[in-house]
């Protein structure tokens, strides 16, 4: 039996998939909100196969009451902490509510564990941008943090939040320190899925261009289906321990746009600097890529390139799905959304 925090998110999705696969009874976590925000986990609701196994619950990482409601009736075996206010850039416009719930939030549920439940396993969804500034390329499990955002000191507290309850209480309680990870479910303002989903209206016909930030920065960019199974193996380890989980290869926010136009056959040609450059359609000329300064973001992470050579070892674990691949399925996905083909 399993409780995932942030089930209705893109790894709560592709994690309660698995676990159901596996054939555990998954009771997820939502949030009240004024419109029904389920359309990740509607197919899981209405299959079958899990009638019976597949839970929802209202809860907040805000509100105590509902995380120990929750922990009180499920008594689960494995607790997945993925709730979050996720969004890096968005952290610098709130602050405060990203530390309370990205990084308070997990104290309140790791308290609740422990209190209500304290033999089960917790995972906390923990990630590269703790690296942030990094001291080090590649990142790995001894690499010092140097976190560069909001979203990231959150992350930080928690982090050491989920070390310490291993090492006061004895819990079995782990980090994932995840590397950017993506899908067809990515969030719309995420900078991979923002530029497949501009590719896929731009051959639509619908828009014109798409306007992005840093082009430089980079990113190991791997696929979410691939990464949610390392939390499941973390959790099934003997010992608690934390794990860096990536793919090992890194590229360029300017790659991933050439390779996204590269799919639907636009080849992008680059002019100008800083704020003033373009990427053009080599072939007609129009403007594909805009730079916005209004997504820079206060601090940058510039380069991050995962170690992951702990995983492999101890977990077994390897991602299938390359970069390319990645970036073919999501554009693939959001051309079929709009019904077009390219
Ligand atoms: P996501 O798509 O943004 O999902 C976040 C989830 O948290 C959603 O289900 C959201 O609910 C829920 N949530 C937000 N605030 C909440 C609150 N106050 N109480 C309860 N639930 C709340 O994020 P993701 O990409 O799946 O990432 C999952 C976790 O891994 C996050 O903690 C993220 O910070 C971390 N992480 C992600 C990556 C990555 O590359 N994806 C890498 C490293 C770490 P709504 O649907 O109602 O908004
Ligand atoms: O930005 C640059 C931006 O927002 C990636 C979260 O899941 O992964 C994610 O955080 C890079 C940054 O992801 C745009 O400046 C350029 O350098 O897609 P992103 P992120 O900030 O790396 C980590 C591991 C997490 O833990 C987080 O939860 O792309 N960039 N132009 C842009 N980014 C966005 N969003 N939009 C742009 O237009």
Redesign the pocket.
């Known amino acids: 039996m399993a409780v995932i925090s942030g089930v209705t998110g893109?790894d709560g999705s592709y994690l309660a998939e698995l676990l159901l696969q596996k054939g555990y009874a998954v009771h997820g976590l939502v949030r009240r909100a004024s419109t029904l925000n389920r359309q990740r986990i509607d197919h899981l609701r209405n299959d079958p196969s899990t009638r019976g196994r597949f839970h929802l619950h209202y809860a907040d990482l805000g509100d105590t009451e509902s995380l120990i409601a929750v922990l009180t009736a499920v008594q689960p075996d494995e607790v997945y902490n993925l709730a979050?206010q996720?969004?890096?850039?968005i952290s610098f416009r709130m602050p405060t509510y990203t530390g309370e719930v990205t990084g308070l939030g997990t104290v309140r549920l790791l308290e609740a564990v422990r209190t209500l439940c304290p033999g089960a396993r917790f995972y906390q969804?923990?990630?590269?941008?703790l690296f942030g500034k990094a001291k080090e390329i590649p990142q790995n499990e001894r690499t010092p943090f140097h976190p560069r955002?909001p979203?990231?000191v959150a992350?930080l507290y928690s982090y050491w939040a989920t070390v310490n309850y291993r090492e006061a209480y004895g819990m079995f309680a782990v980090n994932g320190i995840?590397?950017?990870?993506?899908s067809p479910r990515?969030?719309e303002?995420?900078?991979?899925?923002?530029?497949t989903r501009a590719v896929a209206e731009i051959v639509a016909g619908r828009r014109e261009s798409?306007?992005?930030?840093?082009?430089e920065?980079?990113?190991d960019w791997g696929y979410a289906g691939d990464f949610v199974d390392a939390m499941w193996r973390m959790l099934q380890q003997e010992e608690p321990r934390d794990y860096v989980i990536g793919t090992g290869e890194s590229h360029s926010?300017r790659e991933?746009a050439e390779t996204a136009f590269g799919e639907v056959g636009i080849e992008l040609e680059w002019e100008g600097e800083g704020v003033d450059e373009t990427g053009r359609d080599a072939r007609t000329g129009e403007i594909r890529v805009t730079v916005?300064p209004a997504?820079?973001?206060p601090a940058?992470?510039?380069f991050?390139l995962a170690d992951p050579s702990a995983a492999r070892r101890d977990l077994g674990w390897r991602p299938r799905v390359t970069f390319t691949e990645l970036i073919r399925m999501m554009v693939r996905a959001d051309l079929e959304v709009l019904g077009v083909t390219a």
Do not use: C, I, W
């Open positions: 893109q979050a996720s969004h890096v850039g969804a923990s990630t590269s941008e955002s979203y990231a992350k995840l590397f950017n990870h993506e990515r969030g303002n995420f900078v991979t899925r923002k530029v798409v306007a992005l930030g840093n082009l920065a980079r990113r926010v991933l916005d997504y820079f973001r940058e992470v510039d991050l």
